[in-house]
Antibody, heavy 118, light 112 residues
Framework: QVQLKETGPGLVQPTQTLSITCTVS????????MQWVRQTPGKGLEWMGF???????EYNSEFKSRLSISRDTSKNQVFLKMNSLKTEDTGVYYC????????????WGQGVMVTVSS | DIVMTQGALPNPVPSGESASITCQSS???????????LNWYLQRPGQSPQLLIY???TRASGVSDRFSGSGSGTDFTLKISSVEAEDVGVYYC?????????FGGGTKLELK
């Protein structure tokens, strides 16, 4: 069945870089778009960006200068990297799947809690 | 960016009663193809959001028919008939007409 699971560091220091991996099973990354969404106390649910089934990416302009999304299809993994972290980046980070185009996010991972603190 | 605004529920809702959650968008979500690009998600306590409704009124696979979505281009309603314990959580609307995809602030449902 379809599964998505995020793994990440838990605690990151301000100004450092966040790296999260989303490992998927039950479907192919070359057939679906993969989205990143975060949930913070200050802004609620925020769409961050996505990687298309073909491998190109799009980012929310809120994060564009410090966000990078990539993947390794051989390992069924999608990666989020965000630099210059601030305390307000503290929250839960989710990966989610969609079919591309005008599609809802039909499967979500369990999320990974990230705390930005010194 | 399209702003999504959700209304509050008069909590707690008695078990077995119906509940209606409202959502408003700052721009019409009605596409020229006739589809309205509005989703509803439920986030149960301690869980990730799960898709309930897409295209404003289409239930996702496995979702109870107690959930129904309706609306116009900018004003939307999620109705839950006969509320049950498993319906407790926070409900979010999301527009998927444009990027950035944007979410409402959430509406909490508590059970009496």
């Amino acid at each position: 069945q379809v599964q998505l699971k995020e793994t990440g560091p838990g605690l990151v220091q301000p100004t450092q870089t966040l790296s999260i991996t989303c490992t998927v099973s039950g479907f192919s990354l070359t057939s679906y778009y993969m989205q990143w969404v975060r949930q913070t106390p200050g802004k609620g649910l925020e769409w961050m960006g996505f990687i298309r089934s073909g491998g190109s990416t799009e980012y929310n302009s809120e994060f564009k200068s410090r966000l990078s999304i990539s993947r390794d299809t051989s390992k069924n993994q999608v990666f989020l990297k965000m630099n210059s972290l601030k305390t307000e980046d503290t929250g839960v980070y989710y990966c989610a799947r969609d079919h591309g185009g005008y599609s809802p996010f039909d499967y979500w991972g369990q999320g990974v809690m990230v705390t930005v603190s010194s | 960016d399209i702003v999504m605004t959700q209304g509050a529920l008069p909590n707690p809702v008695p078990s077995g009663e119906s509940a209606s959650i409202t959502c408003q968008s700052s721009k019409s979500l009605l596409h020229s193809n006739g589809k309205t690009y509005l989703n509803w998600y439920l986030q149960r306590p301690g869980q990730s959001p799960q898709l309930l409704i897409y295209w404003m009124s289409t239930r996702a696979s496995g979702v109870s028919d107690r959930f129904s979505g309706s609306g116009s281009g900018t004003d939307f309603t999620l109705k839950i008939s006969s509320v049950e314990a498993e319906d407790v959580g926070v409900y979010y609307c999301q527009q998927f007409l444009e990027y950035p995809r944007t979410f409402g602030g959430g509406t909490k449902l508590e059970l009496k």
